[in-house]
C-alpha cells in the first residue's frame, strides 16, 4: 500500500529516501517531518559507533553486552532463551538509539570452512528458523526492528561479493530458504537483508524473483529489504527487483541515477513509490510499537543483568561432547591441583572478527573464574602463543606447572588470525602446536579436559585421543569464562547440542568437491544433502553426530506414541515420556525426524522436523508433545510443494544417530497428478487417474501394433517415451492436435 506521504514527496526527495545518509543512517525529509533511522550491527550485540564507520569491526564503538555467537546460540536449540537475549538486545538498541539492529543471521552452515559459521545458527534450516524467528520477536518486542540476513545462498566468504551461487530451485527450497521464511512467517521482521553474491547469475540485490516474487508473493514479507552494506551494483536495477533501502550512501549516485531513470522512462515510479512505501512504512510500525512514555535504560544500568544473561546463555549453548567416566564436574572443594593451560583461558576468544566486533561491558576470563570457584590449587601456563612462537619453551613451562596435577584444563581453540568474517578456512585443524602441547600434557598422567574456543567445527580425532573429556564452548561472548568455570565445577549444566555436525575429516564433508567454486561460480552440487542428511544418507561416520551432547545426567525415553488424527490430512502428533534418570537436574533436547523411504523423488533419509528442549528435576518425567504439519511431510517440486502418499519414518532422539524409537505412520492424502502434455511420458500418464483410460483407449484404437501396450514388458520399454514420441511412431504427423485431443478428452473425464 501506498504510504500517504508519497503523493506530497518530490521525485528527488523520493530517490533520497531509498539511498542511506551515511554509513549507519538513512535520510530524513525534515518539510514532511520523516525522520532518518539508525541501523547498526549485530547480531551479538549492538555496535554503535562512535568514531569512525566501517563495516569490519574495526573502529570503536559504544560499550554494550557481546553475548554468546550464534554458534553457541545455536547449540542451545533453545527458542525461548533467544527471545530473551533478543529483548536483551532490544533494549541495549534502544538505550543507543539504534531503529534496526542487523541480524540475525540465519545461512545455513553448507562447510565447516566457512569463515562466518559462528555468526550462523546451524546447517540445519529448522533450526535456524525457529531460532532465527525466537530473537527476532525478542528484539522486535522493544520497538526496535531486526534485519534478517544474508539473503539468500550467502554460505561462504571467498569472492562473496561476486560469487554466483548455482543453486537448483528444489535445494532453495528445501535447505537454503526455509530458515528465512520461517523467521518472515513467525516473526515478521522489519527488514531482510539481501546478500552480496549472485544467485544463478543475478546479485542477490537485483534478483526480483528472490527479493519479490518469493520474499513478499509466496511468504508475506511486509518490511523492507536493505542492501548488504555495498552490496547494490546497480542502483535502478535493485530498485527495479524489489530492493527498498541501498547502505550504505553512495553519496548522489544512488538518487542521481533513480532520479534519471524515472525521468528518462527506463524505470517506473510505481516501483519506487513501492520502495518509498516500505521503508516509511516500517520505520513508522517501529516507532508507533514503543510506548510514548518510555524512558529508555542505559546500557549501563543494563549491563550486570545482560552479563548474567550472556552467561546463562553461553552455558546453554556448550557442548560436552565427551565425559569419561563422569570426570566431570569437578569437585570444586577437595582435591590435587589443578592445572590450567592455554592462552585461551587468559585471553578468551569470545567473539568473531568483522562485523558483529562488539566492545564488552565487561570481560570474564575463565582463568580468573576457575580461580574463584575452587578452593582447591590452581596453577596456570599459556602453553602456547597465538602467533605460534616460542613453542618450546611455552611446553616446556607448562608441563613444569602441570607437574603434580590431579587434572589439567587444556584451554585450546582457534586463534583471531584463523577465522572470520571475510575469508573462509581452508581447513579444519587446530593450529598444531596446541596439538603437540596437548600430547605433552596427556603424558603427564593426570586427567586431562579440553575446552575449545572456535567458531565453527574443528577436526576432532587428535583432540578426544588425548583427553578425558571435552567441552565445546564456541565464542562464547563476554561472559564466556565464567560459564566455563561454571560448567567445569557443575553449577551450571552444559545444556549445548551440536547445531552442525563434527565431521572426521575436510573430504567426508558435502562440498568437498565444490568448495568455494571458481571462476566466478560455486555449484552446490550436493544439493539437499546438507550436514547429518549428507552424513546419514550416505552412512558415513562422523566425529560426533548433529543434535549429540552430553550434559550431566542422562535421559530415558519411553511410551513413544505418532497419531495422525486424520490420514487424509498431511499431519501428526508426537509424544513421548522424557525421563531425567540421572540424580542432578539437567536439559534434554528431543529431537523428531521424518524419512519418506519410498519417494518419486530422492530424498535425505530423515530430516529434523520438531524438538523441544525440556528441563528436568533429578527423577521426573515429561510427557512431550510435538506437532509435525504438512512441510514435515513434503519435497519442493515444480509445482510447489508435494505430500505422496504412503508410508513415512517418524523417529525420536537425542541426536541423528541416537534414535530411541522408530514409528511408522501412513498418510493417504491425495497422489500428486503428474502433469499431462506432450513431454509427459507413458509411464506419467499412466499414473494420472483420466491420463491412464484416455492413452489407453488412443493405443488400442492403433490396431494390433496398439494393443501391445497392454503387456508389462512393453509397458517397461515405453515407460521413458514421451508422448510426442509414441504419436510419431504410431504414424500420425499431427502430433500437437493429437496431444491437443487427448488432453480434450482427460479434461472431459475428470469433469
Ligand atoms: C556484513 C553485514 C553487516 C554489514 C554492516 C557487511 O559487510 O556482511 O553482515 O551487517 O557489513 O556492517
Redesign the pocket.
Known amino acids: 500500500m501506498a504510504h500517504p506521504l508519497i503523493e506530497e514527496l518530490t521525485l528527488e526527495e523520493k530517490a533520497s529516501l531509498v539511498s542511506g545518509a551515511s554509513f549507519w543512517t538513512t535520510r530524513p525529509v525534515e518539510r514532511l517531518g520523516i525522520e532518518g533511522a539508525t541501523l547498526?550491527?549485530?547480531p551479538h550485540g549492538v555496535?554503535m559507533q562512535t568514531a569512525g564507520a566501517?563495516?569490519?569491526g574495526i573502529n570503536a564503538a559504544h560499550p554494550a553486552t557481546a553475548f554468546p555467537t550464534a554458534a553457541a546460540l545455536g547449540s542451545t536449540w533453545d527458542p525461548e532463551l533467544l527471545e530473551q537475549v533478543g529483548q536483551a538486545l532490544g533494549a541495549e538498541s534502544r538505550a543507543l538509539d539504534v531503529d534496526v539492529l542487523?541480524?540475525p543471521?540465519v545461512n545455513i552452515k553448507r562447510s565447516p570452512l566457512c569463515g562466518?559459521n559462528f555468526?550462523y545458527f546451524s546447517e540445519d534450516p529448522l533450526l535456524a528458523g525457529e531460532l532465527g524467528a525466537a530473537w527476532v520477536n525478542g528484539v522486535q518486542s522493544k520497538g526496535v526492528g531486526a534485519?534478517l540476513?544474508?539473503y539468500a545462498a550467502?554460505n561462504q566468504e571467498t569472492d562473496?561479493m561476486r560469487i554466483s551461487a548455482e543453486v537448483d530451485e528444489r535445494t532453495l527450497r528445501e535447505i537454503y530458504f526455509p530458515a528465512f521464511e520461517r523467521t518472515v512467517q513467525q516473526a515478521q521482521p522489519a527488514t531482510v537483508?539481501c546478500?552480496?553474491n549472485r544467485l544463478n547469475g543475478t546479485f542477490a540485490s537485483q534478483n526480483r524473483w528472490l527479493l519479490t516474487d518469493v520474499l513478499r508473493g509466496d511468504w508475506g514479507f511486509e518490511g523492507y529489504v536493505v542492501s548488504?552494506?555495498?552490496a547494490v551494483a546497480d542502483p535502478v536495477a535493485a530498485v527495479a527487483a524489489g530492493l527498498d533501502l541501498e547502505?550504505?550512501s553512495s553519496g548522489e549516485r544512488g538518487p542521481k541515477a533513480i532520479v534519471d531513470a524515472v525521468r528518462n522512462g527506463t524505470l517506473s515510479e510505481s516501483l519506487l513509490d513501492i520502495a518509498v512505501s516500505n521503508v516509511l512504512s516500517t520505520h513508522e510500525r517501529l516507532r508507533a510499537a514503543r510506548p510514548a512514555d518510555e524512558t529508555p535504560q542505559s546500557v549501563e544500568q543494563l549491563a550486570e543483568q545482560h552479563h548474567s544473561l550472556a552467561r546463562r546463555a553461553a552455558a546453554a549453548g556448550s557442548v560436552l561432547l565427551t565425559n569419561e567416566g563422569a570426570l566431570l564436574p569437578l569437585d570444586a572443594e577437595n582435591g590435587g591441583k589443578i592445572a590450567v593451560v592455554g592462552e585461551f583461558a587468559r585471553t578468551p576468544r569470545y567473539q568473531g572478527a568483522?562485523?558483529?566486533h562488539i566492545n564488552p561491558t565487561r570481560l570474564d576470563d575463565a582463568l580468573t573464574a576457575i580461580g574463584e570457584a575452587t578452593r582447591r590449587e590452581v596453577v596456570f601456563a599459556p602453553g602456547f602463543a597465538f602467533d605460534g612462537s616460542d613453542e618450546e619453551t611455552l611446553v616446556a613451562a607448562a608441563l613444569e606447572t602441570a607437574a603434580g596435577a590431579d587434572v589439567v584444563f587444556a584451554f585450546l581453540g582457534l586463534p583471531d588470525a584463523e577465522e572470520s568474517?571475510g575469508f573462509d578456512r581452508t581447513h579444519m585443524d587446530l593450529p598444531a602446536n596446541q596439538l603437540r602441547l596437548l600430547a605433552a600434557l596427556r603424558g603427564t598422567g593426570a586427567k586431562v579436559v579440553v575446552v575449545l574456543s572456535n567458531g565453527a567445527v574443528v577436526q576432532l580425532g587428535e583432540v578426544v585421543g588425548n583427553a578425558d573429556a571435552v567441552l565445546e564452548v564456541w565464542l562464547g561472548g563476554q561472559a564466556g569464562g565464567s560459564a566455563t568455570a561454571d560448567i567445569l565445577f557443575g553449577s551450571a549444566e552444559p545444556e549445548g547440542r551440536l547445531a552442525e555436525s563434527v565431521p572426521l575429516q575436510l573430504s567426508d564433508t558435502p562440498a568437498f568437491v565444490n568448495w568455494p567454486g571458481n571462476q566466478g561460480k560455486v555449484f552446490y552440487g550436493e544439493r539437499l544433502y546438507v550436514g547429518y542428511r549428507w552424513y546419514d544418507t550416505t552412512g558415513r561416520d562422523v566425529a560426533f553426530p548433529f543434535g549429540h551432547g552430553l550434559g550431566y545426567t542422562t535421559f530415558g525415553y519411553s511410551d513413544a506414541r505418532v497419531t495422525v488424527p486424520d490420514p487424509t490430512v498431511a499431519a501428526a502428533v508426537v509424544e513421548v515420556t522424557v525421563t531425567n534418570q540421572g540424580t542432578r537436574a539437567g536439559a534434554e533436547v528431543v529431537q523428531v525426524y521424518v524419512g519418506d523411504p519410498v519417494a518419486g523423488v530422492d530424498r535425505p533419509v530423515h530430516e529434523l522436523r520438531a524438538f523441544a528442549k525440556v528441563r528436568l528435576e533429578a527423577g521426573e518425567s515429561r510427557r512431550v508433545r510435538l506437532e509435525l504439519d504438512e512441510r514435515a511431510f513434503a519435497f519442493w517440486s515444480p509445482n510447489g510443494w508435494v505430500v505422496e502418499p504412503g508410508e513415512f519414518v517418524v523417529q525420536i532422539g537425542a541426536s541423528s544417530r541416537d534414535l530411541r524409537a522408530v514409528e511408522t505412520i501412513t498418510l493417504d492424502v491425495p497422489a500428486p497428478e503428474p502433469e499431462l502434455g506432450k513431454e509427459a511420458t507413458f509411464e506419467e500418464w499412466m499414473q494420472h487417474p483420466q491420463g491412464a483410460a484416455v492413452l489407453g483407449q488412443f493405443l488400442s484404437g492403433l490396431g494390433e501394433a496398439g494393443a501391445m501396450w497392454r503387456d508389462p514388458e512393453t509397458q517397461k520399454l515405453l515407460g521413458s517415451m514421451p508422448l510426442r514420441s509414441l504419436i510419431s511412431f504410431s504414424g500420425r504427423t499431427d502430433i500437437d492436435g493429437t496431444v491437443a485431443g487427448l488432453l480434450n478428452e482427460v479434461d472431459k473425464a475428470a469433469k
Do not use: A, I, Q
Open positions: 547498526t550491527d549485530g555496535r566501517d563495516h569490519l542487523l541480524g543471521g562466518r555468526e534485519s540476513k544474508h550467502n562473496r537483508m546478500s552480496y548488504d552494506w555495498g547502505m550504505p568483522g562485523s558483529s568474517e
